[in-house]
C-alpha cells in the first residue's frame, strides 16, 4: 500500500529562525514549532500563515489537528501568541511541562521588547499570551498522547535547552520524527538527546551545525576560561551575551568553579530578573537536568553561585574590570545590545559569542568582521573590542546528526534549521553512508514523501503447514514468493487469511468447483497398463512429498484431487488425460511440463 506524506516550511526551510513547519500525515495536518525570525522587525519575522487558509478572515483551526512547539526559544514559538489570537487557532498546542512553563515568560519579554522599548502597535498582547497558553496540552517524556483516534504523539529528550523534546508522531503505520533542536552530548547541566529505534517513514531534523565537527569540548572550555582571564587580568571589561536558560547556566558553573580555583577577585554580574525565574525553572524541572547535577543538587544548589552576583544598569560604566552574562544572546535587543554600544569603543575590552547568530542581528554582523556599525539614529558605532566566537550551542554537530539517524533508521531525511550551502555537504554525506532519501527544501517549498506499507494479514498454522507440505518449502521464505490458496477475510480491523472451504462454511454456501482437463499424446505402443505404471514411477520419482495413489484400472490420483488416466488400445499410442481442480493449478502445470518434456517419455508428434 502507498500513501504519501507533505511537508512544507514557512520557516526554517535552509534557514535558521521562524521555526515552523507543516505536516500532512494520513490525512491529518500538523504544525511543528510556531517561531519568531529575530533577524527581522517587519512581517517576515512571523510565518506567513495565509498559506494554510484559503480565505481571508478564515481560522486556522479548520485547517489544522494540532500544533507541536518542541522548545521554549523564540525562534520557535515566538508566533505563537500571533498565531492562536490573531490569526486564530482554537485546537490544541502541545509541549512538555518545563516548555509550558517557561515558554509564556519569555513571550512576555518578547512582547515588552517589541512594544514597550520599540514602541510597535498591532502586536499581541500580555492577554493574548495568556489565551494562548490556555491551550497548551502539556506532555510528559516517552508518553504517548492520543491527538484523536489516529493520530499519536510521543515526545523523547532531546538535551538543548530544559524541556526540548523532539516527537515522534505517527498515523497508522506512517510516522514523522520532528527533532526540534537537540544536542548528542551530554553537558554540565542536561543530558544527551536519545531516542528508540523507531524507524519513521521521515526524520525533520535541525543542521545549524551542519559542517562542524566541534573540538573536543574540554578544548573549548579551556579557551574560553582562557580568553575571559587574559581580559580581565589586563583590566578589560567581558560581556558574554546568552540567552536567558540554557548555554547561560552552563558557562555560569564553568566560570564559578575556576573563579573558585584561581581565586579571581574580578566580579561577575547576571542581568537580572529572567535569570531568577530561569534558575527557579530549573530547580523544579531537576528531573529533566543531567545525572551529576541531580546528584549534586542534594547537596548543594548547583544554580546558585558564590562569585556570580545580579547586574544594575548603573554598573555598565563603572571603573575596572568585569564579566557580565546580559540577555539577549544575539545582540539584537535589550541589555546585552545596550551594553555593547558602551563597550565596544574601547579596544581592551572583549564580546564572547557563545552561540550561533542569526542573519541581521548585531551579532552576526560582528562575527562577520563589521567594525563600523549604523545604530537606530543613524550615529555610527565604532567597534573597537575583541570579538570572540565560541561555540557553546547545544546543538548536534555533523557527527551528532549521524549518530541520531543510526540511532533512529528513518526511511528518509530531511535537513531544516540550517544554511542551505552547509546542508548540501551533510545532504551527500546521508546520501552516501546510509544509502537514504534526505531533502533540504526552501520555505514555502513542498516536499511528497511516498511511504510503502505492508498490511499485515494473520494467517492460522495449519493452513502455512499444507501449504508447505504442497510445495515441499518451510514457511517462510520471501525470497521465494509462491501462490496460497484461501480466502481473505476481514474481521473488525483484522485481515485474515482462512481455508477457502471454512470461509464458505462461515458464510453458508455451497463451493463451486472448477475443474481443468489437458490431453497429452504418447508414442508409448506397448500394453496400457506398463504406460500408466511407467508415467506413475515417473511422477512418484519427481514429487516424493505428495501423497500418490495407483489403481488397478490405470489411473493416478495426486492429493485426492489430481488425476491422471492414461487410455488407449495396447500396440498403439496412448493418450494421457490429466485432470485437476482450481486449488491445484501449481501441481496440474507442473504434471503438464514433466509428461511432456520427460525424455523417458515418447512425444507424439
Ligand atoms: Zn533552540
Ligand atoms: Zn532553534
Given amino acids: 500500500m502507498t500513501s504519501e506524506i507533505k511537508i512544507t516550511p514557512l520557516g526554517a526551510g535552509q534557514d535558521v529562525g521562524r521555526s515552523c513547519i507543516l505536516l500532512t500525515i494520513g490525512g491529518k495536518n500538523l504544525m511543528l514549532d510556531c517561531g519568531m525570525h529575530m533577524g527581522y522587525n517587519d512581517e517576515r519575522r512571523f510565518p506567513d500563515f495565509s498559506y494554510i487558509t484559503n480565505e481571508e478572515n478564515e481560522r486556522l483551526t479548520e485547517h489544522l489537528d494540532c500544533v507541536i512547539i518542541s522548545h521554549f ?18 485546537g490544541p498546542i502541545y509541549m512538555t511541562h518545563p516548555t509550558k512553563a517557561i515558554c509564556p515568560i519569555l513571550l512576555e519579554d518578547y512582547r515588552k521588547i517589541t512594544v514597550e522599548r520599540k514602541g510597535e502597535e498591532n ?3 500580555s492577554e493574548m499570551i495568556k489565551n494562548c497558553m490556555k491551550k497548551v496540552v502539556a506532555v510528559n517524556l516517552h508518553e504517548t498522547k492520543q491527538v484523536d483516534e489516529e493520530l499519536e504523539i510521543k515526545p523523547y529528550y532531546a538535551g538543548h535547552v530544559l524541556g526540548a523534546a523532539m516527537f515522534h508522531i505517527k498515523v497508522g503505520q506512517q510516522s514523522v520524527v520532528y527533532t526540534g533542536d537537540y544536542n548528542m552530548t551530554p553537558d554540565r547541566h542536561l543530558g544527551a538527546a536519545w531516542i528508540d529505534k523507531c524507524r519513521p517513514d521521515l526524520l525533520i531534523t535541525e543542521s545549524t551545525y551542519a559542517t562542524t565537527i566541534r573540538d573536543s569540548k574540554r578544548c573549548r572550555e579551556r579557551d574560553f576560561l582562557k580568553k575571559v582571564h587574559d581580559c580581565v587580568e589586563k583590566g578589560g571589561k567581558v560581556l558574554i551575551p546568552v540567552f536567558a536558560l540554557g548555554r547561560a547556566q552552563e558557562l555560569c558553573i564553568l566560570l564559578e568553579s575556576y573563579w573558585d580555583r584561581m581565586n579571581i577577585k574580578v566580579p561577575i554580574y547576571f542581568s537580572l530578573g529572567l535569570t531568577e525565574k530561569a534558575n527557579h525553572y530549573y ?8 545525572q551529576k547535577i541531580k546528584k549534586t543538587f542534594v547537596q548543594r544548589n548547583m544554580f546558585e553561585f558564590k562569585h556570580i552576583k545580579p547586574f544594575d544598569r548603573a554598573y555598565i560604566d563603572n571603573p575596572g574590570p568585569m564579566v557580565v552574562f546580559a540577555t539577549p544572546g544575539m545582540l539584537h535587543a535589550g541589555l546585552s545590545l545596550q551594553i555593547f554600544k558602551r563597550w565596544a569603543p574601547n579596544d581592551h575590552n572583549m564580546v564572547i559569542m557563545p552561540g550561533y547568530c542569526v542573519a541581521g542581528t548585531v551579532g552576526h554582523k560582528i562575527l562577520n568582521g563589521a567594525r563600523k ?9 565604532d567597534v573597537k573590542l575583541s570579538v570572540q566566537y565560541m561555540s557553546f550551542s547545544a546543538h548536534a554537530d555533523a557527527k551528532g546528526i549521524m549518530q541520531l539517524i543510526s540511532q533512529c533508521e528513518p526511511r528518509n531525511v530531511m535537513l531544516v534549521h540550517g544554511e542551505a550551502a552547509k ?11 546510509f544509502g537514504i532519501d534526505c531533502y533540504k527544501p526552501a520555505n514555502g517549498e513542498t516536499v511528497t514523501i511516498e511511504t510503502i506499507h505492508n498490511i499485515q494479514v494473520d494467517i492460522p498454522l495449519p493452513l502455512l503447514k499444507r501449504e508447505a507440505s504442497k510445495t515441499g518449502l518451510l514457511p517462510p521464505d520471501v525470497k521465494r514468493p509462491r501462490v496460497l490458496h484461501g480466502a481473505l477475510v476481514m ?3 483484522r485481515l485474515q487469511i482462512i481455508d477457502p472451504s471454512q470461509a464458505l462454511k462461515e458464510m453458508g454456501v455451497d463451493e463451486h468447483h472448477l475443474r481443468f482437463t489437458s490431453t497429452i499424446a504418447i508414442e508409448e505402443d506397448g500394453p496400457t497398463n ?6 506413475y514411477q515417473l511422477v512418484k520419482r519427481k514429487m516424493k512429498d505428495f501423497p500418490i495413489h495407483y489403481s488397478s484400472d490405470g489411473s493416478i490420483s495426486i492429493s485426492d484431487s489430481v488425476l491422471i488416466q492414461v487410455s488407449g488400445d495396447d500396440d498403439e499410442a496412448k493418450s494421457v488425460l490429466v485432470s485437476w481442480s482450481h486449488q491445484d493449478e501449481d501441481i496440474g502445470s507442473f504434471l503438464l511440463q514433466l509428461l511432456r518434456e520427460d525424455p523417458s517419455l515418447v512425444q507424439a508428434v
Fill in 73 to 90: 526559544h523564540l525562534d520557535h514559538c515566538g508566533a505563537l501568541p500571533y498565531m492562536s489570537e490573531m490569526v486564530g487557532y482554537d
Fill in 530 to 535: 506398463k504406460a500408466a505404471e511407467k508415467i
Fill in 283 to 290: 530547580k523544579l524541572f531537576i528531573t529533566w537536568t543531567s
Fill in 491 to 493: 474481521r473488525g480491523n
Fill in 373 to 381: 556599525l549604523e545604530l537606530e539614529n543613524k550615529q555610527i558605532l
Fill in 123 to 125: 502586536f499581541f498582547t
Fill in 423 to 433: 546542508m548540501d555537504f551533510l545532504k551527500n554525506k546521508i546520501q552516501q553512508e
